[in-house]
């Protein structure tokens, strides 16, 4: 007797598309490989988005609307609505699809679902955020059959009794394909910096450590690309506000209009991530694998991925140490033997590796799982 492939039913609800949403897409369709069956309910519906990029690589999506709650009465109010918008949709899927789990991508997606799914379906909960409120984390560590950590920080947030269905699950990307990717010319040599338009990012500590580079070195240029998110434009007008004061109009690009930015890393002298609560770090693998130096501050993912590696230089979270980490690495894009080392690094964090181990996890917390 045949056994059907093992349906599991993934739940997105950001709006927009973050590496959170690039690191599901890129696992939904190597899972899918690995034999899982995959559908996934989304709620990004932006051009380029989830909903759009699951029909472009033929993975079953369906979408439904939710917002990014803010941490106020209102951020709770929008949250129960969605909530409520989604329970149709989520019960049809169930009575009708028959998922044999269900995958939370994000603490905030495990928190759309209704509490008694977990007495019915296995949970996994998969933790990206190092930012996420504790009490979310409180609320379902019980019904969480499997914790899915992107990193050591992430994980440490968990309460205690978690450790035994807690797993260390770095991100898995297309380190192969990333590594073929051909430069843009108009960022040659240029210093860059790729993160999604909000303030924890370190766009200002960048500008501010840029403009100490360039007084030690006038020939130094640098591009920053990013996307607002929930289209708001207020974050990028005060950034081109700093680059102004800063006197660096001619020295620094902001890009806020790139959906890949992997042609830029290509051509750039070396990658900048100046989040110190960065959870993951999807930009310095991307780097990596197109044999490029990176520069970050300490703490979280980048620390982690970067850690004993040659093409990586940790620095404090200050403008000072920032810029100076940055004149030390100037030149490390024209030692082969960094360029390698970057490259060595990144295939650590391939997206093959990913999935067999999220497989292995739904093995374990399926009844029987050893056998499908």
């Known amino acids: 007797m045949t056994l059907r492939p093992t349906r599991v039913l993934f739940v997105d609800c950001a709006p927009f598309s973050g ?16 034999g899982v069956d995959p559908l996934v309910l989304a709620a990004d519906l932006s051009p380029g988005g989830v909903v759009e990029e699951c029909l472009r690589r033929d993975l079953p999506v369906e979408p439904f609307r939710a917002r990014h709650w803010h941490r106020s009465p209102r951020g709770l109010w929008q949250f129960l609505a969605d ?7 989520l019960r049809d899927r169930l009575e009708i699809w028959s ?4 995958h939370a991508n994000t603490v905030r997606a495990a928190l759309l679902l209704p509490r008694r799914l977990s007495a019915r379906l296995p949970l996994i ?3 990206r955020d190092r930012r996420a409120p504790a009490i979310a984390r409180r609320l379902l560590a019980k019904r969480a059959r499997a914790i899915l950590a992107i990193g050591k920080t ?5 309460p205690s009794a978690c450790a035994p269905r807690l797993h260390l699950v770095p991100n898995g990307l297309e380190v192969g394909e990333i590594a073929h990717t051909p430069p843009d010319p108009a960022c040659r040599d240029r210093l860059l910096l790729v993160a999604d338009l909000v303030p924890w990012k370190g766009h200002r500590l960048f500008l501010d450590a840029f403009a100490r580079v360039v007084a030690r070195r006038s020939d130094a240029r640098a591009v920053l690309v990013g996307r607002p998110r929930d289209d708001d434009d207020a974050y990028a007008a005060d950034l081109r506000a ?15 209009n790139v959906a890949c930015a992997w042609p830029q890393i290509a051509a750039c002298r070396l990658l ?3 989040a110190a609560e960065e959870p993951f770090g999807r930009t310095v693998v991307e780097a990596l694998a197109l044999g490029k130096p990176v520069v970050a501050v300490r703490g979280g993912g980048p620390g982690e991925i970067l850690d004993g590696c040659p093409a990586g230089n940790l620095v404090e979270a200050t403008p000072d140490a920032l810029a100076e980490g940055i004149l030390e690495a100037w030149d490390w894009n024209a030692a082969p033997a960094r360029c390698q080392a970057a490259r060595q690094r990144a295939e650590l964090y391939s997206v093959r590796h990913l999935c067999r181990t999220v497989r292995d996890i739904y093995r374990n917390v399926l009844p ?5």
């Open 19 to 34: 590496g959170a949403q690039r690191s599901l897409l890129d696992m939904v369709q190597g899972l899918r490989e690995e």
């Open 83 to 89: 909530r409520r918008r989604l329970a149709p949709l």
């Open 99 to 102: 998922p044999d789990l269900v």
């Open 125 to 127: 909960v998969h933790d």
């Open 154 to 158: 992430v994980a440490g947030a968990w």
């Open 242 to 256: 700093r680059i102004r004061q800063l006197g660096l109009e001619g020295q620094i690009e902001l890009l806020d």
């Open 272 to 274: 900048v991530s100046a």
């Open 368 to 372: 029987g799982g050893q056998n499908r």
